[in-house]
């Protein structure tokens, strides 16, 4: 187990620059989740602590030795990819054995080591079958047994559940997560999944265009969102985003809107006038007397909750309210916003205010 | 008429005659022996969509059993018969064949078919391995391809002329144009004459014998282990590899003596088609010079087809390049590399031209097919001709058959 620090990485593929000095501490034992859009840089970061990518500058040291020089192997760290890698034409065994064949360790240790592993994986009766006739989700395991079996400093995982269907996903997820409380092992995993990430980190770091968006608890990311990428990345159903401007009315500041609605804040500290973007959650918003009217174009009921889309003066707005609310749609109902929870960002730099 | 004219004329009336025999039989099909109207229309559909399928089949069936079919069991019913003087032959039985094992010649054919049979698609396959695997990363990876697969372009005739040339002798004082007493005609008995003659070649020889061990013991230690399933008729087929490989192992330790008590007659220019038993390999080169491409572009596809992210796994689990590529590449691309060799193999039982243009058979260098030709066609004997046919073919057919059963199974 041990401690990760990128500290100013960038990487350039010939003259293109697809990372620009990202800052990432990882403690010891922690679970980070680096999460973001597809293709934004977060697999490449994931690869270069791997070691299959250059880093073409900064540092990344792994419990205090910088690796960037170093080959995957002498790195110490065990890897999952997002196409679990298995060997085809290696039996589960042989597959969860091979790293620490590779080490050149006694066939006893490795057959007692992958023994042990099978047994947390619950993969003891498919040891000798082969990749191909297991399911998704055991394949998955495998692959976990293998990075396991050798007891790395780091666990890197790249998009391990994006091939598995929803409810196994979902199942999976639990799996790596208590596997992580029994093992502590400092672990890096990457997702374009905002839930993945939410459930499972310590720490998660937004990325976006080879940035780091904001780095943060999950729920400190889901409060207090740095920027309106964040805001409108975590959480789901997505941020609600109004446009206006700052403005004081009978003594309150709000947000004002094109068509003159009043948005209702709670201290906001830039002047009067300011074009901003106030973010609203859906779930911060109920239905009831008092509430701003807004004309209600569709509903959706999911049982538990109640989704409601409709425009407030040409701009889009959602509620997701857990009382079961029957309308019709183009019919217009008070949607009371909790002024405690809204956001405000400025529009020309997305920063929050 | 004009040939030029002749020949479209040719293809107009081949190809239209294709197609006006696919869309009248099927009219013939649908419209006159099965209509699809009246009381049994179901029934008559059912019944024509039956009988299409061999009926567009009918002429590649016609024309494979013809040319095909039809000559195999000629070929048998030739092997047993025997030419009668002034016309007409007679009914001899296995005479014929009796006659060919009494033959030294055909046992030296068979001997060399078999030196051919081990070396040509071994060395074929390792080098077109070697090859699609060092051109893979490299930028002019391509150019190199291209190159080392040019000589499928041409014949075996063709490239037998080449190496001809190669191999050629001029008298010790003029100046040699083939290649290789050029490079002959430059080792003297000096320091390099030792390494590159007899140090070099005895590693390769025993190189060669810890293969060949290795892949004994592969087949042979099932039988010493316990608890390990082996079908009990497999026995003979360990044993019988276990046999070989003794035997070869045998045969490159003797040549590693032979190499170092033997007396070179450096500054001499050598014909080296004539050199007992060694100018087998002189032909075999010419044929993995050919075969070489063709196996590298199948197994550099293959390469391509092996998953990067299985690489990349082994990298993180520290293997390195060597293992990399034993353990994970060359496994995943197995089925390929046997259909590879298998294929070659069939190309080499049927080895011809090389040795027809060479040396056609002289100094040792016999092989089946050219046996077979010389029989059949000089010594007008076709008894034995055809007993030499039937041979070539039972030696073909089991191999084909793995053959073609793996090429499917990869299919799948």
């Known amino acids: 187990m041990a401690t990760v620090q990128i500290r100013g990485v960038t990487k350039r593929y010939g003259g293109v620059q697809v990372m620009h000095g990202v800052d990432v501490d990882i403690e010891d034992g922690e679970f980070v989740v680096l999460v973001g859009p597809s293709g934004y840089g977060k697999s490449t970061l994931l690869r270069m602590i791997a070691g299959l990518e250059e880093v073409s500058g900064g540092t990344i040291s792994i419990g205090g030795r910088v690796v960037n020089d170093m080959l995957p192997k002498e790195r110490d760290i065990a890897m999952v990819f997002q196409s679990y890698a298995l060997y085809p034409h290696k039996t589960v065994a042989q597959n969860m054995g091979f790293p620490l064949l590779m080490q050149k360790r006694p066939k006893a240790e490795i057959e007692e080591k992958v023994r042990k592993a099978a047994e947390i994986l619950d993969l003891t009766k498919y040891l000798d079958r082969y990749p191909r006739q297991l399911s998704g989700g055991q394949r998955q395991r495998v692959a976990m047994g293998r990075a396991i079996v050798r007891d790395p400093q780091v666990f890197l995982f790249d998009e391990p559940l994006s091939n598995l269907d929803a409810k196994l996903r979902v199942s999976m997820r639990v799996e790596i997560k208590e596997l992580h409380q029994r093992l502590r092992t400092t672990t890096v995993y990457v997702t374009h999944d905002q839930i993945e990430a939410m459930t499972m980190a310590h720490k998660i770091v937004v990325m976006r265009d080879g940035r780091v968006e904001q780095i943060g608890r999950p729920l400190d990311l889901y409060d207090r969102p740095a920027n309106l990428f964040v805001a409108g990345f975590i959480g789901s159903p997505a941020m609600n985003f109004l446009e206006g401007r700052l403005a004081t009315r009978d003594g309150r500041r709000v947000v004002e809107t094109a068509d003159g609605t009043a948005l209702p804040l709670e201290g906001a500290a830039a002047e009067d006038g300011r074009r901003v973007t106030y973010g609203i959650r859906p779930e911060h918003i109920s239905v009831g007397e008092g509430g701003i009217p807004v004309k209600v174009s569709v509903f959706e009921p999911t049982g538990s909750e109640t989704l409601i889309f409709g425009r407030l003066g040409g701009q889009l707005i959602d509620a997701l309210v857990r009382d079961r609310i029957e309308g019709e749609p183009g019919q217009t109902l008070p949607f009371r916003i909790d002024p405690r929870r809204a956001h405000l960002f400025d529009t020309a730099t997305g920063v929050r205010l | ?412």
């Open chain 2, 1 to 412: 008429m004009n040939p030029a004219l002749q020949g479209l004329i040719t293809i107009v009336v081949g190809v239209g005659g294709c197609v006006a025999y696919y869309y009248f039989s099927n009219q013939l099909l649908d419209k006159v022996l099965f209509p699809a109207r009246g009381p049994e229309a179901g029934r008559n559909i059912n019944r024509a969509n039956m009988i299409r399928p061999w009926l567009f089949l009918f002429p590649a069936l016609f024309a494979l059993g013809l040319y095909l079919a039809y000559p195999v069991f000629e070929t048998l019913r030739l092997s047993l018969t025997q030419r009668l003087p002034g016309g007409g032959s007679e009914w001899v039985g296995l005479q014929n064949y009796r006659n060919m094992l009494g033959e030294p010649k055909f046992w030296e054919a068979l001997r060399n078919n078999m030196l051919w049979l081990i070396v040509v698609p071994a060395a074929s396959t390792a080098f077109g391995l070697l090859a699609a695997q060092l051109t893979d990363r490299i930028r002019w990876g391509n150019i190199a391809k291209s190159l080392i697969f040019m000589p499928m372009a041409i014949s075996f005739v063709g490239a037998s002329v080449i190496f001809k040339l190669i191999y050629d002798t001029r008298a010790a004082d003029q100046p040699q144009i083939g290649v290789l007493n050029a490079l002959w005609l430059q080792f003297e008995g000096g320091f390099w004459s030792l390494v590159f003659l007899k140090i070099v070649p005895a590693l390769i020889l025993l190189a060669f014998a810890a293969i060949v061990a290795w892949v004994a013991w592969i087949f042979v230690r099932p039988m010493f282990k316990t608890g390990e399933p082996t079908g009990f008729w497999t026995v003979p087929l360990r044993l019988f590899v276990a046999g070989a490989a003794i035997y070869l192992i045998f045969l490159s330790l003797r040549s590693i003596v032979n190499i170092f008590g033997a007396e070179l007659p450096y500054g001499q220019p050598q014909t080296w088609l004539t050199i007992p038993f060694w100018n087998n390999f002189f032909l075999m080169v010419v044929l993995i010079w050919i075969q070489t491409g063709f196996a590298m572009v199948i197994l550099s596809a293959a390469l391509r087809g092996v998953p990067e992210d299985t690489v990349e796994a082994a990298i993180v689990d520290g293997a390195n390049p060597f293992q990399i590529f034993f353990r994970i590449k060359v496994p995943q691309i197995m089925p390929t590399i046997v259909v590879v060799w298998t294929t070659i193999t069939i190309v080499v039982l049927k080895v011809f031209d090389i040795v027809f243009a060479m040396t056609n058979g002289q100094w040792e260098t016999q092989v089946l097919a050219n046996y077979m030709y010389d029989k059949l066609f000089r010594a007008n004997d076709w008894g034995i001709g055809s007993a030499a046919a039937m041979v070539i073919m039972l030696l073909v057919t089991p191999i084909l058959v793995w053959n073609v059963w793996n090429a499917r199974r990869e299919l799948r």
